[in-house]
């Protein structure tokens, strides 16, 4: 099997796991109301039991990284998305609610350990063939979204049995993943010839009581590296931004630009719609200028467009502004993604985890945190806070491209030096 062709089956393979992540939490969105209905719950009741994903997320957050190490993407990747699968099959058909609980708690930690093994593939795969796929997988995260809400929906609304929509979401998944699925990677340990090895190469041990205790600093020193912590606060604004496009556009429209609720909804699709179409041309944009211009470039149209939201006084500006995030965010944290798996000090499977579990908390916590300060000084001054986040995560970027190019630069200079030395010492 020639190595180009390999390759574009092992980027399929990834690309149908990230339309299946966006797909099965997009199927599950339409759902919602029916549940609310069916057990007679309020709002707070039902932001409880939706907390349950959330929770299940939370659980796997740490060790998903763990799993890819020790069993490669595609075990995981098959595991996750058939438990997941069968999970919304059954959704319809339950009438216990602390059962229902139970279902979304083990959706949520399954699709946080689908969602680090397709990141954790596909930064193996950047790194192996050299190219930029990152935004463009991605991009696919968001196509699944969008098939996966639209497609319920337009059932839903046209008399499809509420217990049809499960199976109709399980099949979908279950045929993406058996048709597509097949070549996403056994092991992470690819060298970049693109041979499997059977581990991870260990430098020879001096002895087994030091070999421990160097294991153990290493695992803890890989965790705590300070410049993958960076990375993985700057996911948590970037995250953060995207989930109070989600969950505040509709109010920002509302409340202070006159919008109808019935037209509420155009804030959101503004902003995802943009996200989607620049995902999946950025990789093209990334070869053409660069990872850390698309980084800091990204963060600088995200700050413009919440400025032009909040200071133009009509409701076409707040959506302009909207859809400006969302070219602006589009490729940020797909880039981030890029530039933690190729710090050589940090396993790319824990560099991974580490930055999801972080940037996952952002988008779980920041819709709430929003909450509390416009409750506390408006929407429109916490945008501008949450510009402001933003800022500092273009300062941050600038520094830390920098310090890697620097780094990269003295390490190369390095061992054109030990290049020079065993040249010389061969010559003497």
Known sequence: ???????????????IAFLIAGFCIAAWAPMIPFVKER??????????????????????????????????????????????????????FVYHLYLLAAILFIMGACLVLLEVVANVNAAIIERV?????????????SVGGFAGSLSVTFLLTHSMPFMFSGIYACAIMLICLFWGGRYLLPTIN???????????????????EDTNSQKKKGALAHYTNGTILLIGFMCFVMYMTEGSMLDWTGVFLTAERGVSIEAAGYGFAAFSIAMTIFRLTGDKLVSILGRGRIIIIGTFLIVLGYLISVFVPHYIAALVGFAVIGVGASNVVPQLFSVCARIEEVPTHISLTVINAIGYSGGLIGPALIGFLAHAIGLPNTYLVQAAGVLSVTVMSFLLLRSLRHKHLHGSQREQAKDDAQSLSTQS
Do not use: W
């Open 1 to 15: 099997m020639s190595c180009d062709f390999l390759y574009s089956k092992r980027l399929l393979s990834n690309r």
């Open 39 to 92: 057990f007679a719950l309020d709002e707070h009741n039902l932001g409880i039991l939706l907390l349950c994903v959330g929770i299940g997320a939370f659980t796997t957050m740490t060790t998903a990284g763990y799993v890819s190490s020790k069993l490669g993407c595609k075990i995981p990747a098959y595991f996750s998305t058939i438990i997941i699968a069968i999970c919304l099959a059954a959704i319809p």
């Open 129 to 141: 063939s050299n190219k930029n796929v990152m935004s463009g997988l991605h991009g696919l995260y």
């Open 190 to 208: 690819v060298a970049d010839d693109g041979t499997f090895l059977s581990q991870a190469p260990e430098p020879a041990p001096s002895s087994t």
